[in-house]
Nanobody, 123 residues
Framework: VQLQASGGGLVQAGGSLRLSCAAS????????MAWFRQAPGKEREFVAA????????DYADSVKGRGTISRDGAKNTSYLQINSLKPEDTAVYYC?????????????????WGQGTQVTVSS
């Protein structure tokens, strides 16, 4: 499984971004797809996950109400949209995937990772 994250960039506070995670090598329709982020000097943290086998989504408190994780099965692609961006959302965003439907918020639960895409929010 290969994951390719894209869609990052420089955005003003209050703006929106939609990140994409294109998967290849396997159909990920039954996988858990997740997004994590890592700011300079900080640990990688959970942002959102979608358990598409049963349609359950999960969001970190930091993006709850502002973030939406979705997928396009035909494109084998997962998306993360974040609205009302804040400077504290600045980080490298990584997509991840796991075939274990119990994979939760821990990065160690995901064996497949994309390369990361930089999101910078200016105040």
């Amino acid at each position: 499984v290969q994951l390719q994250a894209s869609g990052g960039g420089l955005v003003q506070a209050g703006g929106s971004l939609r990140l994409s995670c294109a998967a290849s090598g396997r159909n990920l329709s039954g996988y858990v797809m997740a997004w994590f982020r890592q700011a300079p000097g900080k640990e990688r943290e959970f942002v959102a996950a979608g358990r598409w086998r049963n349609g359950i989504t999960d969001y970190a408190d930091s993006v709850k109400g502002r973030g939406t994780i979705s997928r396009d099965g035909a494109k084998n692609t997962s998306y993360l949209q974040i609205n009302s961006l804040k400077p504290e959302d600045t980080a490298v965003y990584y997509c991840a995937a796991s075939s274990n439907n119990l994979s939760g918020r821990r990065a160690a639960g995901y064996p497949y990772w994309g390369q990361g895409t930089q999101v910078t929010v200016s105040s």
